[in-house]
């Protein structure tokens, strides 16, 4: 037994006197509980303070709840309470355990009422109701003006932790208001088996004052000098073993043990301020010295390390009781008087704690004033948002599906439902991600490479997830939902099929690229590993569709089943996405943990800036309604593979009538003043690359949304909840149906129409280009679009113009995206808004909802580039080149359906289309030195 069990098994319980939130997050605080070292915690404004000023950890809630207008006062008791419910919570299976006799968690009143009774009592009440947690305790200083405080809280059903006590006097008339309180109660017909109090004592704060006296004493040299010398550290623990005393007396008497028998319980004493502050006494020394049976020690974070090391876990409170009395005789013989001293020390705490508080609350608007520069330009709309997010219930709707806050037709209806599945995934797969890691463990160690083959929603979330959570020590992840032949030699270059694991996901039905991906990657897996291939192989998918036959008629035995994988679905919370990022390494544990813990925080009864998830979505539609719809995305490095499936939340169910935002993703960050007034900018900020920028921009009076997020897995997946709920009711706000996919649908039904036609002739629509040269073709232009040019010059030229009468340009390649590529199109889209004042948008050809089809104020220019070398498809007429342009194509009819301004390109090859950038990006700063002269 260890000296912490045996301290508590004394008797004696030890709580820490302290609170952290990066226990809280990290689970530490959980932990110690689990582990039978702590039994409770107490807090006070000077440790809230402390944490809040000297770390980050308050940061995420304090810049959204200044956002949202609150004052310093309400900012700093949200902080606290919500610290406390998590503590509590932490404590929750300790206090059911011992039925409600330990596990406590202490938040005080506001010192600023100490001397006012009703204040106390109203604050005590409002405490004990928000925070609302059977184990929670409401500290109450017991000055005179608290004693009849401490009385009415407790009759009025409230734990209580009376403290402040230095003085035995004080202690008694403690006891006595606890005790007039329990009867109170019984006399109102009230219970008390549930109402539990402690009485905290001061210690070392009792030596620190006498010893300063007794040394004055020693100095002067006289008789009294030698009885002074004995009473150096003696007094305090000589205090507290006399209170001990009259707290055995009180609580066997026979006033007590009346109320016991009607489930009354003790009010034990608890030791308070007990670090040594003297080097001259031992670390543990106010511990050591005050072990008894119903008490409780509270103990600094040093001062619990150093009793766990080397303290000395004895009955030590009950002993010496004729020695305490002797010595508080003698310190009274001195001319000493500890009832004076204890009323400067009660005076002198309060004091101080009020001084803490008017402290933090300055803290606090500083952090808070420069918090709302961020989004002040959008502060009124917002506020009106939440505002109408409460009034309308739209939090608690959310959670009881109901789907008539986005759609009112019955078969939209079933739809949305359907589609609001993502809400309860992370709570279902905390019960089953054990077993995905458990798979992932048992994975053969000489696999070094995962092939995820699949088109739709599901394995694009997988991807991105796999990129975010990916842990160095994991296996190579390879993805591929495109028919690009170079993607596909790619990856066979990359891999060795015996080194490798294959995971296929069933995607949107009728999708017609995955039968043809996972049939090529078989043949080179079956011309390797021959009857062995099926072991390298796991399939997700539904029974009875196509993936799940397949595999069953190739003899694959890892077969996973799972809802199938819908345009819908891009939950990070389910099979398909979390067993790629399981298999890479990722610490899926945590994410889930993270995802449920945000879940919770945006639960029905949470409103307003309380709920981030609601605060996310004001911000969003504030800024629309703001004439702010393009929602310009940053991020640190570790956050960037995040952007994209961000910006496909919030593509999703923008439609012919144009409602809903327009996502711009790596466009590179420009100074405040190249930008218009219809930007919003978020950040995810993890290091503060953007700060300067972000500096820039809150000059510029331009909204930037802060999201401040750790790269560790619970953090992510806290701010991938964050998102999902921020955008689905954002776009109910904006009266958006999230479900209404048409223009991905229609590029999916184009593709169809292709696919047979490759089917019947082995051959693409014939396109008459409107213009051809030097390996470029102008295919197709939209809205009866001329063009009379002759040369790559005036095709630039043609698509500047077009660009600004439309008012953006959208890029949609279809070639992989090397580095140089990606930096020429930064220079070209750097170009377009600084010098043109255009905003331009990049998509590829991977999985996306739609992000430009849709739109009728940018020019969609699909940049189609003919691969380096085809790839033959077996048994069939045509190749994955055929198939790849037929994807450009069919992007291509849909946003001619959609009446969108759309220019086609055809290179071929791949440096055509980098050159064509450069001239591109030549032509625009042209336009603007012409404009200039």
């Known amino acids: 037994m260890d000296r912490i069990q045996s301290v508590h098994a004394l008797g004696q319980s030890l709580w820490l006197d302290n609170i952290r939130r990066d226990s809280l997050d990290s689970g530490e605080l959980a932990d110690q509980v689990a582990a039978g070292e702590l039994r409770g915690a107490t807090s006070n404004p000077t440790l809230f303070e402390r944490a809040i000023v000297s770390s980050e950890n308050y940061a995420v809630d304090l810049r959204r709840f200044a956002q949202a207008g609150w004052s310093a006062e309400r900012i700093f008791v949200q902080l606290a309470v919500d610290d406390i419910r998590a503590a509590a919570d932490a404590f929750l299976p300790l206090f059911e355990q011992t039925n409600g006799g330990d596990g406590f968690v202490s938040i005080d009143v506001n010192p600023e009422f100490v001397d006012d009774t009703n204040k106390t009592v109203e604050e005590a009440m409002r405490l004990w109701d928000v925070v609302n947690r059977p184990n929670a305790?409401?500290?109450?200083?017991?000055?005179?003006?608290?004693?009849?405080?401490?009385?009415?809280?407790?009759?009025?059903?409230?734990n209580v932790n009376a403290t402040l006590i230095f003085s035995l006097g004080r202690y008694i008339e403690v006891m006595e208001a606890y005790m007039g309180g329990l009867e109170g109660r019984l006399e109102a017909g009230g219970s008390l088996d549930h109402i539990s109090s402690v009485a905290s004592y001061f210690v070392s704060r009792i030596d620190i004052a006498l010893d300063e006296q007794l040394q004055e004493i020693i100095q002067r040299g006289e008789a009294e000098g030698e009885r002074a010398s004995s009473l150096l550290g003696k007094v305090a623990i000589a205090n507290?073993?006399?209170?001990?005393?009259?707290?055995?007396a009180t609580f066997q008497g026979e006033r007590f043990q009346t109320l016991a028998t009607r489930g009354a319980r003790v009010q034990r004493p608890l030791w308070a301020s007990t670090p040594t502050h003297s080097p001259e006494y031992p670390d543990t020394y106010y511990v050591d010295h005050l072990i008894g049976p119903d008490t409780v020690n509270t103990l600094s974070e040093t001062t619990f390390k150093a009793f766990k090391d080397h303290g000395t876990p004895e009955l030590t409170l009950p002993e010496n009781i004729s020695t305490a009395r002797s010595q508080l005789q003698a310190l009274d013989d001195l001319g000493i008087s500890l009832d004076t001293v204890a009323e400067q020390l009660e005076r002198q705490c309060v004091s101080e704690l009020s001084a803490s508080y008017r402290s933090v609350l300055g803290t606090i608007e500083a952090k808070a004033s420069t918090f709302q520069k961020e989004l002040a330009v959008l502060e009124p709309k917002m506020r009106e948002t939440l505002a109408e997010l409460e009034r309308d219930d739209v939090g608690k709707r959310l959670w009881q599906e109901d789907a008539t806050l986005w759609v009112e037709r019955d078969r939209e209806k079933a739809q949305v439902r359907r589609w609001l599945g993502w809400l309860s995934e992370p709570a279902k797969m905390s019960t089953g991600v054990a077993k995905l890691t458990r798979f992932a463990e048992a994975v053969d160690p000489a696999i070094t490479s995962l092939v995820l083959i699949g088109s739709g929603g599901g394995t694009?979330?997988?991807k991105v997830l796999a990129r975010i959570l990916a842990s160095p020590n994991g296996i190579d992840l390879h993805t591929i939902n495109t028919a690009n032949p170079d993607d596909i030699r790619a990856i066979k270059r990359k891999i060795a099929p015996e080194a490798t694991l294959y995971l296929l996901v069933e995607s949107s039905p009728g999708d017609g690229i995955e039968e043809q991906l996972l049939s090529t990657f078989w043949e080179q897996a079956v011309r390797k590993l021959e009857e062995q291939t099926g072991d390298h192989f796991v399939v997700i998918a539904k029974e009875g569709f196509k993936l799940h036959n397949w595999a069953v008629e190739k003899g694959i035995q890892k077969i996973i089943e799972a809802d199938n994988q819908d345009d819908l679905c891009l939950s990070p919370f389910n099979i398909t996405s979390l067993l790629p990022a399981a298999l890479a390494g990722a610490d899926i544990h945590s994410f889930v943990q993270g995802g449920v813990d945000m879940t919770r925080a945006c639960g029905p009864l949470e409103n307003g800036a309380q709920n981030p998830g609601l605060f996310l979505s004001s911000v969003l539609a504030a800024a629309f309604r703001s004439g702010r719809d393009k929602v310009t995305l940053f991020a640190d490095p570790p956050l960037e593979p995040g952007l994209k499936w961000i910006e496909c939340l919030l593509a999703a169910g923008r439609g012919r009538d144009e409602r809903g935002f327009i996502t711009i993703r790596d466009e590179p960050p420009g100074s405040g003043n190249v930008y218009g007034d219809d930007r919003l900018f978020v950040y995810l900020r993890v290091s503060g690359s953007l700060d300067r920028r972000l500096a820039e921009w809150i000059r510029a009076d331009i909204p930037v949304l802060v999201l401040e997020t750790s790269p560790c897995p619970a953090s992510i997946g806290e701010m991938l909840v964050q998102w999902q709920i921020g955008a689905a009711i954002a776009q109910h706000l904006l009266s958006v149906n999230p479900t209404a996919l048409d223009a991905h649908h229609r590029s999916r039904a184009e593709f169809q129409h292709i696919l047979h036609r490759l089917e019947r002739k082995g051959e693409l629509p014939q396109i008459d280009p409107l213009w051809q040269g030097d390996g470029v073709q102008l295919r197709a232009a939209s809205r009866?679009?001329?063009?009379?040019?002759?040369?790559?010059?005036?095709?630039?030229?043609?698509?500047?113009?077009?660009?600004?009468?439309?008012?953006?340009?959208?890029l949609r390649f279809f070639t992989p995206m090397s580095k140089t590529l990606q930096g020429k199109v930064r220079r070209l889209r750097h170009t377009l808004r600084d010098q043109l004042g255009l905003f331009s948008l990049a998509s590829s050809a991977e999985y996306d909802l739609g992000s430009a089809r849709g739109f009728k104020d940018?020019?969609?220019?699909?940049?189609?580039v003919k691969p380096?070398?085809?790839?033959?498809?077996?048994?069939?007429?045509?190749?994955?080149?055929q198939l790849f342009e037929g994807q450009a194509l069919s992007d291509l009819a849909a946003m001619k359906e959609y009446e969108s301004p759309v220019l086609y390109l055809y290179f071929d090859a791949q440096k055509r289309l980098s050159d064509f950038l450069l001239v591109l990006t030549e032509a625009a700063k042209a336009r603007e030195s012409k404009t200039n002269d």
């Open 868 to 881: 380096r070398k085809d790839e033959a498809i077996a048994g069939k007429k045509y190749t994955f080149g």
């Open 137 to 158: 305790m409401i500290k109450i200083p017991a000055t005179l003006a608290g004693l009849s405080a401490i009385e009415s809280s407790i009759r009025a059903g409230i």
């Open 858 to 864: 940018v020019v969609n220019l699909i940049l189609m």
């Open 460 to 462: 694009f979330t997988a």
């Open 240 to 248: 507290c073993k006399l209170a001990y005393a009259q707290f055995v």
């Open 784 to 810: 009866g679009r001329k063009f009379t040019g002759d040369g790559l010059s005036e095709v630039a030229d043609f698509i500047l113009t077009e660009s600004q009468e439309a008012g953006g340009l959208g």
